[in-house]
Nanobody, 117 residues
Framework: QVQLVESGGGLVQPGGSLRLSCAAS????????INWYRQVPGQQRKLVAR???????NYADFAKGRFTISRDNAKNTVYLQMNSLKLEDTAVYYC???????????WGQGTQVTVSS
């Protein structure tokens, strides 16, 4: 009922910035929360940030002060602005939607972020 497509990943030097996008389509009316997760191969997928239907936000400790989650409802898109990037931010970043009254999960395909000198 909903499709998510991430974009904006790439190669960046330490201290640099990237802005990731999560474009939602389908029955977007039913989306209550959008989360950004990230995953390094061999490790558990980890929550980075989330934004609710009402616009409230939450961040993982490692993201506070560096990352900002925002949305453009007219474009059905959520963004993750990442500044002051560190080597340990290297991961595949995934968009996740909590959908409907029972909070069904939908996932995008992921976008690779590589921070390297």
């Amino acid at each position: 009922q909903v499709q998510l497509v991430e974009s904006g990943g790439g190669l960046v030097q330490p201290g640099g910035s990237l802005r990731l996008s999560c474009a939602a389509s389908g029955n977007v009316f039913g989306i209550n929360v959008i989360n950004w997760y990230r995953q390094v191969p061999g490790q558990q997928r980890k929550l980075v940030a989330r934004i609710t239907r009402g616009g409230s936000t939450n961040y993982a400790d490692f993201a506070k002060g560096r990352f900002t989650i925002s949305r453009d409802n007219a474009k059905n898109t959520v963004y993750l602005q990442m500044n002051s990037l560190k080597l340990e931010d290297t991961a595949v970043y995934y968009c996740n939607a909590e959908y409907g009254l029972t909070s069904l999960d939908y996932w995008g395909q992921g976008t690779q972020v590589t921070v390297s000198s």
